[in-house]
């Protein structure tokens, strides 16, 4: 008998004043044995093996009227019949409501580590109700109009998300513009021309860190007090939300707009950050928003579309959100497309691959139009959008070059692996020193000063001058240097991050001292390592790519300055690779990443060979290390986001060594305050439906369903009894259900039942009538197949004769 | 009662004497009960609305001691204890292998219309031998070593397929330029020069004839008479082998070396065909064959690669087979990988598209390198590969211009629809009446010389001068024209299609005459329709650009004849987009189709929106005719393939309604004569393992796993009986049932069981366990997700007790 035995033993021990219902801090059922994951596991299942032991309890157990609490499951026993029936007065009177809830002892290490996250419904629940609206719309006209609205939904996503793009992209542009050329005149009027040796920089200094905090504290203070959710790139959130979890006010309104201030503060305010995450969440925001028809923020119900309101439509049109973001933040219609099924989709449907790949399209599209418009190209010609600047020519590359791009690769994947590490380790030091929200705000000012005050001092020791006329920006600085001259040093600082990317790729070659590019990638590397993190809305895209091109850039100097001859070294082509590498290194995205930057630079197919060579070899470096900064992210939140592949230690497991157990189930007749005290006392969002149940041995009923938490408030709170069924029953549709989705009431909002105490539930037509279910004995790398490709929330373990064995959720899969 | 329970109610009052196996012509279990589609099917699972007919009937089963067949399974009887056993020996010692088997009236209509194809085990048997298996592998070392040799595998499969595509390529440039220098100076010899009036055409047109119908009839041949498996393009026959439905030899290396002699005769003989469908072809095979290490065709085993032999992981690398294959016939990687998504992939598997993409990158890497060896360019610098000939100043367009594209779209939607179509009554009236395998090479022979034929009489006609100089093709023939003139008919015919779709899309302004082009649209547009469907081996892919090229170039000739101040009439431009929108109207996939137009032509992503914009159209347009060709045939060979989202007439179904039903079932130890006979008598491929048995009635037994016709007949070719069991148990393991795999013995191989007729089977460790169940009243839409995102062959409906109450494969989601 291994440990787990012994544990059922002990609750079958148990006497009945000891049973309880198993309330959790996790809101999915989550409650497990501790055992030895090592163990052999050949032996029969154990429903069988237990057998002998379940007379001798099943005759404490009662058939009660009153408001009893669930008895604690006794897992998988098997049908026992004549089981006596002791009525126990003295327990029917227990008062419930005072007896505190009696944590499990299997469920308590799971419930303390992890915080609060609740699993969508991608499983479309197909009871009677929905059956009933689903022959209702049987004809043709009906699923032709749905498609053609669903259409519509999307290309409405790909033009919305592609202006708000557009409204970020220019504010960001002209504010900028506007201190960059304000700080480029405050240095030409202190600093006297013509002397390279003196002059004072302090008051533009003053002027710089003024303009840098500003807006950062703004922004900082926006997402601190009003809507944290918002701190970040957002992709993180937006990958655990398309995997089934839920994350609290990811998809509202006002995240959109706190999201789309705080970029727009964050760059403006010289942050080493990108604005292309944000912009990712916000065509999720977007995507959400429109297909629902309803905002929650705005109390306002549009009373469309409403047949798309559920989880699992819902993901699939925030899917199409996030590509249209990606698409908008880069152009890249396939990059956008190919992001969103990397990090996201698990099932590859065409149809909806093809609607996304359409959202995409069309918001690039838009973005172009409006773009040209208002940088007063009105040719009316499409040219496409390259927001890291075209390749005019051709990037061509010999053979011989391929394992110089291999070693960048695997420099990029160390460098990406320990930025990785690095952020990490500050962002823990960060949670557990910093916890008050001033003290969020005020960091987010000092890395700011930070940045100002290393460029200062980067401009004002480096002589690094260039002569004017190859100028990579709109303020050549002519500070310290002779006329027709400009600092190359203040030309890296003196605009946004995405500029400066683009000058590392475009400008000529000895564009930069050895030394200005060495420094400036040490500082950044430090800077962007800092940043993230922070509670500001920022993307990780921008500053990855920049130290990438930086490092890339400098190896092609250095190589150049060794070999003067290698004419190959061209330093646009090595800073691309660079930053492919350490983009590589830091976000593991490779197949996405490589297309985008194909797109957002306008290189041809030809050149992807090289791009893909330095990505793949970042990866697999960076991978032995730890894993991508966008998956550290989840797990160190404990986000229970399920992996592409079972995790290691599942391997050779069995269903019967993850499930949780017991399982609280209600009968498919059950009594109103039964279920009124079920919720009450349990937070478990599904409940398996049973039948043939003795007395109240719920939990050894024939599983027929499966019933989530929030049917049953609703049930409760509409007072869908059978005894008052003539009321209730012609008005009442899957509608009925729909019209609560997203905002679930809570149990709270449910009065006592004081009236209906003896009123019956009817579950039939509310269930679930098809929960996937599984055998004990069958294996984990299987059944988690099974989850991942379904979307399962919950996973029914039952044995050979249809009795419930236990219960697997999401969270069984990740926690040990 | 509806249709569905007289049925039932007609089986359970049989007497015992009718009783016999249910052999089917298609090989998975099928019969269905004749029912109505549109009946109302909101009443309660059948099992509970049976059961008082039981008992009455159940005491005509016996249990019998030899070679019984299973009796016709009663559908969903519930658990009926004490049934009375009484022995018949009349019964027992009935001679079963005389009795001609009596077809099911229910099995008769689908077995008769549909042809004999079975369907791939792409779900993993985790059976006990596996997890023993997976036990002794769980080191981490192991896994990982798999993971290498899995990525070996990839890489081996892009090089090699691309040495394949580039041997075929080669040997058809060098071919192709013999025969065209070849006539060309037969026509220069005949034709008197500068004699633009008259000419003796008649010898070159013979020669032209002599070296159409040699190399063409000769690989016709080939293809009729050693394996008519590889006439066509292949890429249906792979699109249905990556759907899960077994095509037979499809993945040999004798199809593969028929199918390239095959392309390279019939694109050397003229016909109207590409060499792209077959390179996706030969590809596949090349996966199949080295993730094997051991090829049946030459019989010869490697003993390597031991642990990918089954249909599961041969899946994974036919899938990137076939992304190698597209690749290396275009030149486009991503489009290779969105190729074999869109085509092929149900279950989007991270690292799946990861390795193939690698493979596809490979493959196209490998090309080129050997390509440019053989054009000499020896300065080792990858320029990429441009198939269609790369546009050298990207298009542009004006945002007007979209409208036409639209228009074009339709266009292209239209006569796509129209050549599907035509295409397809071709065909069927060549199945109809041209049976005689001479017949079939004549046939070919007859449309090459048609072709022949036509292109003469156009050049002879047509009188379409141009000056030499920019000179399309490499043999301009002067023919009838002036000196420093060459004949723009001759220019077009006197190469291979694919480098005439090169002339459409690159040719200057005013290249040709507009009646050449509209004439050579319509011929083309004939010719290939005749081709497609002959029996060699030819893609549709070139014709279909090549038709789409002519009538987009044609389009922008006119408007430019109507409207010659449009400059934005660029003819190549409007041949893309007429390419573009031929090939969606055809072939319908829109994603992958774009890509690899944009890959193959060197046009940025910008010119993807015109693309998109006339592919939609077009498939829109296409989509409300007919089906895309590829799924016409697969339709039209009545091949099983399961489509995206269940067939229209199936939704507002239940699992009751299409399931297949009586299921011929085995029991966890049964006899081993009683296996013998089973497989003997009917052809059923899985067998529901079941225990809890009363008799023999094992169709009411309680279903404990699924085991398949193939492992059964190794169980009795191994003598893996229990009797026996320490012979055999040290050295059986998953191994055993590996070894015979793919070519599994059929049960003839099997000889009678004289000695061993009382012996028994234990299936337990043989068995997959965790069959997936479903139950009877779960919607088809449902559990058609389950069917297709698991990638299942059988699919057991089970009552609320475990009992079978049917099964279902991918047989009754696509034929009523």
């Given amino acids: ?109 799971a419930a303390a580590s992890t915080p609060n996250y609740e699993s969508l419904d991608y499983e479309v629940c197909e009871n009677t109700l929905f059956q009933e609206e689903q022959r209702q719309r049987l004809t043709e006209r009906f ?144 995507a959400a928003g429109i297909s629902q028809g309803k905002s929650t923020t705005f109390v306002k119900d549009f009373r469309i579309f409403k047949a798309f309101r559920d989880d699992h439509e819902k993901r699939d049109f925030v899917l199409g959100g996030g590509a249209a973001g990606v698409s908008a933040a880069f152009g890249a219609p396939i990059g956008g497309m190919l992001f969103s099924l990397e990090e996201a989709a698990s099932f590859w449907n065409q149809n909806l691959i093809w609607r996304t790949l359409v959202a995409s399209i069309i918001s690039v599209f838009t973005l172009n139009i409006v773009l040209s418009a208002y940088h007063g190209l009105n040719d009316f010609t499409f040219t496409g959008l390259f927001n890291l600047g075209k390749f005019d020519t051709p990037l061509k590359f010999d053979y011989f070059e391929l394992p110089i791009f291999m070693i960048l690769g695997v420099t990029g994947g160390l460098l990406g692996a320990a ?45 690094d001058c260039r002569p004017l006329g190859n100028d990579p920006t709109n303020n050549p600085v002519q500070l310290f240097c002779e006329d027709n001259e400009y600092n190359a040093v203040a030309a890296l600082w003196f605009q946004t991050p995405e500029a400066t990317v683009r000058s590392l790729f475009h400008d000529p070659p000895g564009s930069h001292k050895i030394l200005t590019l060495a420094l400036f990638t040490v500082v950044y590397y430090v800077l962007s390592c800092a940043t993230f993190g922070l509670n500001v809305s920022l993307g990780v895209f921008i500053p990855t790519a920049l130290v990438g091109a930086a490092w890339g850039r400098l190896f092609a100097m250095l190589a150049f300055y060794l070999f003067p001859e290698a004419e190959f070294l061209h330093p646009g082509k090595y800073a691309l690779i660079g930053a492919a590498a350490n983009l590589g290194g830091v976000l593991r995205m490779t197949i996405s990443l490589s297309v985008i930057l194909m797109e957002t630079t306008g290189i041809e197919s030809s050149f992807f060979f090289p791009l893909i060579i330095a990505l793949i070899s970042a990866k697999w470096v960076g991978d032995y290390f730890n894993e991508g900064i966008y998956d550290t992210q989840i797990q160190v939140n404990h986000v229970p986001m399920l992996t592409w592949e079972p995790l290691p230690q599942y391997k050779g497991l069995a269903a019967r060594e993850i499930l949780s157990s017991p399982v609280v189930c209600i009968k498919l007749r059950d009594r109103a305050h039964y279920i009124y005290h079920v919720l009450k006392k349990c937070d478990h969002n599904g409940f398996p439906v049973v039948d043939d149940v003795h007395g109240d041995r719920r939990s050894e009923g024939r599983v027929c369903g499966i019933i989530l938490r929030s049917q049953l408030i609703v049930i409760l709170l509409k007072s869908l009894y059978v005894e008052n069924k003539h009321f ?49 004995h069958d294996s984990v790398p299987r059944i ?19 009795r419930i064995a236990g219960i697997i959720t999401r969270r069984d899969f990740i926690y040990k």
């Fill in 419 to 463: 930025w990785n590490s690095l952020n990490t380790k500050i962002n823990k030091f960060r949670k557990r020193f910093i916890p008050w929200k001033i003290g969020k705000v005020l960091e987010a000012v000092v890395v700011a000063m930070m940045g100002v005050t290393l460029a200062c001092l980067m401009i004002y020791f480096i002589n």
């Fill in 1 to 109: 008998m291994d440990d787990r035995k012994v544990l059922i033993s002990l609750d079958d021990g148990s006497s009945d004043d000891d049973d309880a219902i198993v309330p959790q801090k996790d809101t999915v059922q989550s409650s497990k044995p501790i055992q030895d994951f090592g163990s052999n596991l050949t032996e029969e299942p154990t429903p069988t093996s237990l057998s002998t032991e379940a007379p001798g309890i099943s005759g404490n157990h009662q058939e009660i009227d009153t408001d009893q609490p669930p008895l604690l499951g006794h897992n998988a026993l098997p049908i026992v019949t004549n089981i006596p029936i002791n009525g126990n007065a003295g327990h029917s009177n227990r008062d419930i409501e005072n007896s505190e809830p009696i944590f499990h002892l299997r469920s308590r290490t």
């Fill in 728 to 776: 209730w029953l012609p008005e009442t549709s899957i509608q009925t259900f729909r019209d609560v989705y997203p905002r679930y009431p809570s149990i709270k909002d449910v009065r006592e039942l004081d009236e209906k105490i003896n009123y019956t539930v009817d579950l039939s037509m509310f269930m679930n009538p098809s929960p996937v279910r599984v055998n004990p």
């Fill in 143 to 286: 699923s032709l109009r749905k498609d053609v609205i669903r259409w519509i939904i999307f290309i409405q996503i790909g033009i919305i998300t592609a202006l708000i793009a557009c409204t970020i992209d220019i504010i960001i542009e002209e504010l900028s513009e506007l201190k960059y050329a304000f700080l480029y005149r405050s240095v030409q009027q202190n600093v006297p021309l013509s002397d390279s040796s003196s002059g004072d920089l302090v008051i533009p200094y003053l002027y710089w860190l003024l303009f840098s905090i500003l807006p950062v504290a703004f922004g900082a203070a926006m997402v601190t007090y009003i809507e944290p959710i918002t701190a970040g790139s957002g992709i993180p959130q937006v990958k655990s939300y398309l995997n089934g979890v839920k994350i609290p006010r990811i998809v509202r309104i006002k995240t959109l707009a706190v999201k789309a201030i705080g970029v727009i503060t964050s760059v403006v305010g010289g942050l080493a950050g990108g604005k292309e995450g944000p912009m990712i969440h916000a065509g999720a925001v977007v």
């Fill in 784 to 802: 988690f197949q099974i989850f991942r490709a379904l979307g399962l929330r919950h996973l029914l373990v039952i044995n050979n004769e249809n």
